[in-house]
């Protein structure tokens, strides 16, 4: 089975096996560019130990080790897996991390976003505002091409700029939108503060929406329709919502795999239980992707039919970032879920769950809430208790610096 006699509709094993099948061929052309051969090489890997048996034994990706090389070698870290004259574009991320697509890198990612975008509701005819950034990353020159693919009208706003994004919409009659969640929420916010109801219906958002209520609230208050879609920069859309409303399909020509966190196997992810999404492309040459830990963390797969008529499993929504969930008592500690229930109660505010271990060797958790008590913090703390599945102490402090981690293990710190 190869990825050719797979669709989105394909029994989902078929899929898998044909994706297993191509991951296997992308790690051992990767394992002939000079830095996979030596990360592997250390590790004791070479392409010819790669098949799907031994997949579990190629090492990960991260942002780190592409960092890392980027430094020693620069610009690509000695990634590069083609002539330097086949570099189509090639995006500049911090770090610096440079980024090169071929031209079919670039098609294969734009292709990726269309079905995101297109399972998203935009379709042939709509006008769309393009709110992601234009330069040095590769967000809107994908998106844009997307969105070409589709067959809809491009209005290349970009970031920023809500009062112009407000004046434009309203004049050309744009009635979709490719946003993040907050910004769309804003320029929603913005022209309802001023009087007037944009032609805005349908909008993709990407990134994590902060409550899963968001988009309901927003098609009460504004008639628009809020899908949503993730993908990375490097492999490009990883899973999108369809109509039915009920989490994002995984995308059927990647291989996503689940570690959880602290762990270094892939996994069955479980319901209630964070694992980290791990990618690896299936196609792309400028610079090979293969098992590229993305630090977003999942909590739980629905395998379930879905009446889209799609067979890819589906997960509800990114709950947080590798690193910001921890383990207390045998429990995962996802201080996302403190949010849920702040969101819940109308009490949001900032905080930040703090581990310690005793001298006795006992983990306990501690919850810190910026501000004057709540009016019945025993039933705050009920409720978060209840959300976590384990007991804490609630504190109240004048305030939390900007930018305070959600999390502090203390237990680990020398
Ligand atoms: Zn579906």
Redesign the pocket.
């Given at each position: 089975m190869s990825l050719d006699d797979i669709n989105e509709q394909s029994p989902w094993e078929q899929s898998r096996s044909a994706q297993m099948a191509a991951a296997v061929d992308a790690a051992r052309r990767a394992a002939t560019i000079p830095r996979y051969q030596k990360d592997w090489s250390a590790q004791g890997i070479s392409s010819r130990d790669v098949n799907p048996g031994t997949w579990d034994a190629v090492p990960f990706l991260t942002k780190d080790k592409l960092l890392e090389a980027a430094r020693e070698s620069p610009p690509y870290g000695d990634r590069l897996g083609v002539p330097r004259d086949q570099v189509a574009h090639a995006f500049a991320a911090p770090g610096p991390l440079y980024m090169p697509f071929t031209k079919h890198d670039m098609d294969r990612i734009a292709g990726s976003f269309a079905k995101a975008l297109a399972s998203c509701g935009l379709s042939r005819g709509d006008l769309v505002d393009q709110t992601t950034m234009y330069n040095w990353v590769i967000a809107a020159t994908v998106l844009d091409r997307a969105l070409e693919k589709i067959g809809c009208g491009i209005v290349p706003g970009g970031v920023g700029q809500s009062d112009r994004h407000i004046e434009v919409i309203e004049h050309l009659g744009v009635n979709g939108i490719v946003a993040f969640p907050t910004f769309l929420e804003h320029l929603l916010a913005q022209a309802a503060t001023e009087g007037r109801r944009l032609p805005l219906r349908k909008a993709a958002v990407m990134g994590e929406l902060h409550d899963p209520r968001t988009k309901s609230r927003i098609h009460a208050a504004h008639g628009v329709a809020v899908r949503e879609f993730y993908g990375t920069a490097d492999v490009g859309a990883v899973a999108w919502e369809?109509a039915?409303g009920n989490g994002m399909?995984l995308r059927d020509d990647l291989l996503v795999e689940f570690v959880p966190p602290g762990q270094s196997g892939a996994v069955q992810p479980e319901t209630g239980t964070p694992v980290e999404l791990v990618v690896t492309d299936l196609h792309r040459q400028a610079m090979p992707i293969i098992r590229l830990r993305t630090g977003d963390l999942i909590d739980g797969l629905s395998n379930g039919p879905?009446?889209?008529g799609?067979t890819a499993p589906?997960f509800r929504r990114i709950v947080g970032r590798a690193g910001e969930i921890t383990k207390v008592k045998g429990m995962f500690v996802v201080p996302r879920l403190v949010v849920d229930v702040m969101q819940k109660e109308n009490l949001e505010r900032p905080f930040r769950l703090i581990v310690e271990r005793s001298d006795g060797g006992i983990d306990n958790l501690t919850l810190e809430v910026a501000g004057a008590p709540y009016p019945d913090p025993v039933d705050f703390q009920a409720k978060v208790e209840a959300a976590l599945r384990i007991r804490l102490a609630l504190k109240f402090t004048p305030e939390l610096p900007e930018g305070t981690a959600r999390l502090v293990d203390r237990r680990f710190q020398a």
């Open positions: 369809c039915a399909h879905c009446s889209c799609r589906r």
